[in-house]
């Protein structure tokens, strides 16, 4: 089946440096990807809708030149979180969409720890 | 818009019991629905979609849902828990394939012996 393979699992750093997360396509291409945070014990938030050769969409209340999405490759999106604060920590996963049988398929989740 | 409702944060339940986890959804057009498992510190994994094909979905580990539009729910069974049925269980909705995931805010399964 389709797999999203996201790296890294988890990541601790420190207040003021950025962390960048990627989520790779590896048997499909996918024109676009979502980016969810997940607080503990709490549900996804779409942070926003990545698309391969523009610029990302992001929901509202998403700060985007905090969260900073590149998608330059169909199989290949990446998120970075600039200046990370404590506040930043979170679980954040990535999703694509698998055509033509309208699956999602979700990457294992990154675990960031602002410390 | 369209959104997601999930009842019940917690479902307790024994092993070998039948098992029901509830959703309602809301959305002015065509919907698809997807129920997704997380285990702790994991992605989520889809246990079945609907379509729009038939009502009745059967989908991976003895799960299935079926799709009630007068009823606008999707609700999750199973005829006898497990043990590895314990986990976080998510509803979601998307208006037409493509489109983003909205999600509910997830039922636990809890299961005892």
């Known amino acids: 089946g389709a797999v999203v393979s996201q790296h890294p699992s988890w990541v601790i750093c420190k207040s003021g440096t950025s962390v960048k997360i990627e989520c790779r396509s590896l048997?499909?291409?996918?024109?676009?990807m979502f980016w969810y945070r997940q607080f503990p014990k709490q549900s996804l938030m779409l942070m926003a809708t990545?698309?391969?050769?523009?610029?990302?969409?992001?929901e509202q209340g998403v700060e985007k030149d905090k969260f900073l999405i590149n998608h330059a490759s169909l199989t290949l999106s990446t998120l970075t979180v600039t200046s990370a604060h404590p506040e930043d920590s979170s679980f954040y996963i990535c999703?694509?969409?698998?055509?033509?049988?309208?699956?999602?398929?979700f990457g294992s989740g990154t675990r960031l720890t602002v410390v | 818009a369209q959104s997601v409702t999930q009842l019940d944060s917690q479902v307790p339940v024994f092993e070998e019991a039948p098992v029901e986890l509830r959703c309602n959804y809301s959305?002015?057009?065509?919907?698809?629905l997807f129920w997704y498992v997380q285990y702790p510190n994991q992605g989520l994994q889809l246990l079945l979609k609907?379509?729009?094909?038939?009502?009745l979905v059967k989908g991976i580990n003895g799960f299935e849902a079926e799709f009630k539009k007068s009823e606008t729910s999707f609700h999750l069974t199973k005829p006898s828990a497990h043990m590895s049925d314990a986990a976080e269980y998510f509803c979601?909705?998307?208006?037409?394939?493509?489109?983003?995931?909205?999600f509910g805010t997830g039922t636990q399964l809890k299961v005892e012996l």
């Open positions: 999703s694509a969409n698998v055509p033509p049988q309208d699956g999602y398929t």
């Open positions: 048997d499909f291409q996918a024109t676009t």
């Open positions: 990545s698309n391969e050769g523009s610029k990302a969409t992001y």
């Open positions: 959305s002015s057009v065509s919907v698809y």
């Open positions: 609907y379509t729009s094909a038939a009502t």
């Open positions: 979601a909705v998307s208006e037409g394939g493509g489109n983003k995931l909205t």
